[in-house]
């Protein structure tokens, strides 16, 4: 934007240093307004305007029971009791595998209820290519667990504990 304000203003100062007949006249000032651009990414927060108070809107959340991200990388199967996301492709190590675990470990990410997450030791799993993509900046509730899609990675939290979890490609995060 800025180049083309400059390369407007430049043509206004060269035509108005040139006279067709070499007599002088009185030089024209070009000013040029721009108004600032606003970009809104799909499904972000669109910001309304009234009066002079500025109000985020969130799009309404969806009500997905299995869903998969952009990249197909994280799947998620979620209700209201019990919410668990699976990775394919990550860069970190899960925690050491429990003695008891005789499936696969460090897969997944689950939820239960309003406990801390726990690392999933399953024989199965949650991705599911058949799934509904959420894109990214879309969220989908089940009960008081949301989960959150974003470029970063998935987030999903008991919003009635506080209790939740972050998976992506390069880090893994609960709370």
């Known amino acids: 934007m800025r180049a083309v304000v400059a390369a407007v203003l430049a043509l206004a100062v060269l035509a108005s240093c040139s006279s067709g007949d070499g007599k002088k006249t009185a030089s024209e000032t070009t000013t040029v307004t721009t108004a600032p651009e606003t970009t809104v990414a799909a499904g972000a927060p669109k910001a309304t305007t009234a009066g002079a108070t500025t109000t985020t809107t969130l799009a309404p959340d969806l009500a997905l029971t299995s869903f998969r991200a952009p990249s197909s990388n994280i799947g998620c199967e ?16 899960p925690p050491p595998k429990p003695a008891g675990c005789d ?29 509904t993509v959420l894109a990214y900046g879309e969220r989908t509730r089940q009960g008081s667990i949301v989960c959150e899609s974003a470029q970063a990675g998935v987030t999903c939290t008991n919003e009635a504990s506080g209790h939740g979890f972050f998976l992506s490609r390069d880090s893994y995060r609960i709370f």
């Open 103 to 131: 499936l696969d470990w460090g897969q997944g990410i689950q939820i239960s209820g309003s406990a801390v997450p726990q690392f999933v030791c399953a024989g199965d799993t949650a991705l599911d290519p058949a799934s």
């Open 78 to 93: 979620l209700d209201a009791s019990n919410t668990r996301c699976d990775i394919r492709e990550r860069t970190w190590a």
